[in-house]
């Protein structure tokens, strides 16, 4: 019995016409341009992923590091959802809202690969959170590189900062982040480590070169440490629009208009230094001031807000160390003001410079003899398979799409 033909297939043949053959150009693929595409994925791949993953950072605690989010193991709140994002789950409206999560580098690629994960930059003092119970208690997942990887599933970092930028978004204007899209210039606070596109920070925006970090205004109001500062390193950039203080966690509001000034360099002001002892000496042995060094003009500074500021190299020598300053750097999680603020980055690859072929035949050098024969012998039997499996193709003169070469490694995994 013939099978029936489709509707259009029969309205071609009624009208003369044949079905256009299928053209496989576009599926042959030669071995010299395979080689060729392939370098350009491992040389790409070296790019975006320079450091070895096969580490997490857990075990270190909290530290200053690149941090990462899964949006396919967490679910946004509606504000933050994105239709743009298709059919993943961030933007499915059926998950119910989950905790924000981050992740370090290389739990980003071993456990979460193939999910939408996007780049937060970096993070200070925050551990990882993969298959911890922020993550594992939404998924069921467990960490692929932690020890101990179920145990973990109870635990909670809860010193660990969360935010709009844990969704996607950024800067006081509440916007999604999309690489691809983007093309205005952002600055990162140093202090909270938001970051906040050019247009929405101030009209009096130092050029690239004129300041070496930046601090938002919604820190400023929150620190006094820093909206007092006394030091010719800084230069403020002053708002129309009034602000309340708020954090990363807040969601500030939009603010516009601007203008600059330099901050005026005052005396200094006496402090009462008699309950020194009360505070513990800080990791980082810098000598504590008995006299404050903050502005004498503190009411008319606070007058003046909302501003941003701007500081230039030496800054950090200026801060006010006396006890009433101290305490409030110790009690606002600032002390990385104070000390080194090192960033842990992902150890380098090396071998991620050379072709997969260099890499394999590096590593069976280091191997000893046994594991170096053995590999050498999986080898030669794959390719003995390999070569039967393109045997009939050579003598029928088929040309060899990459289809079947997939279809024949999909053959040797099962």
């Not at 941090?67 to 998950?95: D, V």
């Not at 952002?186 to 970051?195: A, P």
């Not at 990791?283 to 503190?298: E, G, S, Y």
Request: net charge negative; glycine share 6%.
């Amino acid at each position: 019995m013939a099978e029936p033909k489709n509707e259009e297939l029969q309205q071609k043949e009624q009208d003369g016409l044949s079905p256009a053959p299928v053209d496989e150009s576009d599926s042959i693929i030669t071995a010299h341009s395979f080689l060729i595409a392939q370098a350009d994925l491992e040389r790409e791949a070296a790019e975006l992923l320079p450091g070895k993953f096969d580490t997490c950072t857990f075990d270190q605690g909290y530290i200053h590091q690149p941090l990462y989010a899964c949006l396919t193991c967490t679910h946004a709140p509606k504000q933050y959802q994105q239709p743009s994002a298709g059919t993943t789950p961030h933007s499915s409206s059926e998950r119910e809202e989950t905790d924000p999560a981050g992740m370090c580098y290389s739990c980003s690629i071993e456990c979460h690969a193939g999910h939408q994960v996007i780049e937060l930059f970096t993070k200070r003092h925050f551990r990882c959170d993969c298959g911890t119970k922020r993550l594992a208690a939404a998924t069921g997942l467990c960490c692929r590189l932690k020890s101990g990887r179920n145990a973990l599933v109870g635990i909670l970092n809860e010193q660990n900062a969360y935010g709009h930028n844990f969704w996607g978004h950024y800067c006081r204007c509440d916007k999604y982040y999309d690489a691809e899209k983007e093309v205005a210039a952002m600055v990162q606070c140093y202090v909270c480590s938001d970051w906040f596109h050019e247009t929405c920070i101030s009209d009096a925006l130092p050029s690239e070169n004129g300041f070496d970090a930046y601090v938002c205004r919604e820190c400023v109001a929150t620190h006094a440490v820093l909206r007092h500062i006394d030091s010719a390193h800084a230069t403020v950039g002053r708002v129309a629009a009034p602000a309340a203080p708020a954090g990363e966690n807040d969601v500030p509001g939009k603010e516009n208009g601007s203008s600059s000034t330099k901050v005026i360099v005052p005396d200094s002001a006496q402090q009462d230094d008699t309950k020194l002892d009360d505070v513990p000496e800080p990791a980082h042995k810098r000598p504590r001031q008995t006299l404050c060094r903050l502005r004498q003009d503190k009411a008319a500074v606070d007058a003046q807000q909302p501003f941003d500021l701007f500081l230039s190299d030496g800054w950090k020598g200026d801060i006010c160390t006396c006890l009433e300053c101290m305490r409030s750097i110790e009690t606002s999680g600032l002390s990385f003001l104070l000390g080194k603020d090192d960033i842990v980055e992902p150890e380098e690859d090396d071998t991620r410079s050379a072709s997969l072929y260099e890499a394999a035949m590096a590593q069976m050098a280091r191997m000893d003899r046994t594991q170096a024969v053995n590999a050498a012998a999986a080898y030669h039997t794959l390719s003995s398979r390999l070569k039967d499996y393109l045997r009939p193709f050579a003598a029928s003169g088929k040309v060899v799409t990459d289809a079947d070469i997939g279809a024949f490694f999909a053959q040797q995994q099962r």
